[in-house]
């Protein structure tokens, strides 16, 4: 078996097109496993390609008998399509991460498992956010989330499973796709561009850690150098924004291009966080890890690709 091999789940998506770079960077043999026939984003030159469903047990068994390393990126569903179906979020994701832990600890191999940052912790009692917030979800898809973690832990305690958690917050930044049921940078941004109002659910919105993805690669990449097995750490910028401080934030951006700023305000959703704020400190502690963008600057970057992309 080569050294430094990596299998990314869900690598091909947006978070993985910023990821497996990174991987590449540190010397590591990557391949990255998605269900389309096509990557939806365009991978480096030197990655390996695979197209299947990691619920395939014999494409994922001979996928780890090659690999040292998995990142599980993929997840079936988004949290509004969760709280729509429960059941489905719960059957689509959880009995193939299962037999996944099952199969990376019958191997020894060593696993890191993407989280949710955002979902899985529900309404905050002090901010930031500790590792150690009492965690309970009023969404299905962050009970689904914590059920995963929960299962990863049963089998490091039952298994010998090798794994470390990440929760990440609000990654924004170049080729998120707007209107797609999270990504309120993104969606807001899109919308200005097309001249429809901004969606706001409740008078301000919700407050989010909003981190640039590339410093969620980073920090994904650090827990997987230099964090500790059995551990959960938090990735986040450590600072808080509604809505509207994004709204606010974009309209000097759009006047430089001649576009006016509308707001649409709707009524609060009951699965909506009022407010989630992650304290990464003990990722710092751990590994050396910092974001290094400021948010003023991924905005522009943000808006800049989705210019070019909506060729506005």
Known sequence: MNINTTLVIGGAGYI???????????????????????????????????????????????????HEEVIHLAYATVPNTSFENPLAD???????????????????????????????YGEANNLPIREDHPTKPISPYGVTKLTLENYAYLYAVTHGLKYICVRPGNAYGMGQQPFVGQGFVSTAIASVLRRQPIKIFGQTGTVRDYIYVSDLASGIVSALDRGRLSETYNIGSGIGRSNTDIIQALIPLMQEIGVNVQMEHLPERAFDVKSNILDSTKLFEHTGWRPVHEFDEGLRCTLEWLRQLLNE
Do not use: C, M
């Open 90 to 120: 719960l059957l689509q994701n959880l009995p193939p991460t299962e037999e996944l832990f099952s199969e990376v600890a019958v191997r020894g191999r060593k696993l890191l498992l993407v989280s949710s940052g955002g979902t899985v």
């Open 16 to 66: 993985g097109a910023h990821l497996v770079p990174q991987l590449l960077a540190t010397g590591r043999q990557v391949t990255v496993l998605g269900r389309r026939t096509h990557p939806l984003h365009e991978l480096p030159p030197d990655t390996v390609y695979v197209a299947g469903d990691f619920s395939q047990r014999d494409l994922i068994g001979r996928l780890l008998d090659t």
